[in-house]
């Protein structure tokens, strides 16, 4: 293999790269931010068949969780042009994937609420506490137990898919990658450090996720 | 004939098995009874090479199953193995249950291994249920399932580990009157079990177990009736009440 | 709007069938590539020492944690590199079937885990051998627990297949850009590229939850 590998460019360009996997951190941040708000939304809208959104929550549903991701964001970057529309790369990108998480949210939601047995309401009111009562301190505690994992997952879906950021000239982490490589021809490197910054980035997520599980979940479901 | 010679068996630092001597000839009905942890069920994994031992030899028509040139798989199709929890296997009909070992382990042809199975089925009380799935069926039922599915293989000897403790009471007089059935038809038998009764009606001889040794041995007469060992009458008279 | 179709030619149509073609054939193999060995390492996994499980754990966990684009293109750079020509189609299935590989392996191990302990002895004490206590008994109880995962996995696969498009392979979505920047109507031909994703995909899922349901009972 005649190949030489020159590491110096690429730790020159690191502030460039790193500034790069902040926006990629930022956009999956705000991405699950806005995707749990809006999947609370409509997931409660479904669960209690509030028309007619419920069944626009059962459409954003099956779309998002049937359709590539990429494909959302090509519909966000020039699919709305059609309407007028122009985004920035960033805020196709972030629109996508807030639709993307909060149609698979919606499920997490629904199957974690769904998770816990009535005997649990029951046992409550039986000992005198009002609904509110029964959803503050019985029902959410153990549903976000049984969403807190699925919820992680999601977060390093988010972090992963922003790298589609790269098609539409974003400048997350690959997008970044993308523009130095091109401007030294040291493509392999690049893209070798670029892989493992996710990596670690996403080891460094799972890792903080399980870290704070343990100090708020002390005992068993 | 089992010959047992000084067995011991430990489980890490922890010894279950402290030097068992015991014979089972032909034709005859062994019952072990005695405390939870007293290795009693230990014993059953050991004859038939589920677990290894540390010291001792365990020797079943002059093979001795845990010397490391024995055919441990071909062994066990002369043992047949009755467990707590029946373990019918979920996916195959009673009928496939059954009849699967025969087919690939004896090696009989589908139609062999069938008419085996059934012929055994039918001799435990299952003829009706030949293509339902266990799961349909009463823990009773599973039981004696797998006591049709051991039967198939045509084994030598059967050891049952307390085949009547996970059923519900009015269950546990089905499993009972197969295992009669079976003593009728002169099978050898190990059975570890709670049912003491039972153990007093149709055993030849009696092995109480306590803490890793054999305490007392002897006929039912012997052992059950008329305990020597305080800790044998200790034993008896809680399980008795 | 009123004008919808009149753009696509023939050739259009011919070309949209070969990235239609061409996004379910890199799907399939890599299905397929990546169950079967999925299923090895899965299964080696379930029954080795936390050692070896951890070792390949860790191989497992890079794939899954960088992102198939990347992974694409650094593979296809390395290649270039090393002087083969590859074509794209079969950088593109290495890439996705290893990747799948790395996903499935969880679903197949989490299959055989589930596998009590009990079926195993109770297999052994019957006199079958090690393999057939896997084949007859072990293996077709998981395969229940096993089928909705591997459904849902198998779906992502279709949908990641667009992103083989990054190192030149035609499949759907790619072709369709084409055609978008050729005939400046991106909503049209998206709006198609989309349905076409989720007709093959919602039925299947909705399948894959019919059997889960069965199964349940």
New interface residues.
Partial sequence: ???EFHWNIVFQKMPELLQGAFVTLHVSVLSMLLGIVLAVLLAIAKMNNIKPFSSIATVWV??A???????QI??AY??L???GIHLSPYVAVLVALVFVNAGYLVETFRGGFQSIPTTQYHASKSLGMSSYQVYRYIILPQMFRRIYHPMTNQF?WSI??S??G??VGMSEL?GETQRLQSLSFR??EF??V??FM??VI??LVLFSAAMISKKLFKGEI | MINIQNVHKSFGDLEVLKGINLDVKKGEVLSIIGGSGSGKSTLLYCINAIENIQQGNIIVDGIDVHHKDTNQDKLRQKLGMVFQQWNSFPHLTVLENAALAPRIVSGLSKDEAISIAEKELIHVGLGDKFDVYPTKMSGGQQQRLAIARALSMRPDYMLFDEITSALDPELVGEVLDTLRILREDGMTMITVTHEIAFAREVSDHVAFFHQGVIEEMGTPDEVITNPKKETTQKFLSKVLT | MGSLFTPLSWNDTGFILTGILNTVTISVVAIVVGSILGLIVGFIRSESNKYTNALLGSILDVLRSVPLIIQLILFSTFIGILGYNMNPFVTGSIVLSLYTMAFMSEVFRGGFDSVHGSMEIASRSLGMTYWQTVRYVRFPISLRAIFPSWLGVALSVIKDSALVSVIGYMELLRTSEQLISRTQQPLEILIGVGIFYFVISYPLSLYGKYVERKMAV
């Fill in positions: 293999m005649n190949y099956e779309i969780r049937n359709t590539p991701a990429l494909f090509y519909m020039f699919g042009g059609a309407f390093v992963l898919m790298s589609l790269i098609l690959s493509t392999l893209f070798i670029a892989a996710y990596y996403t080891k």
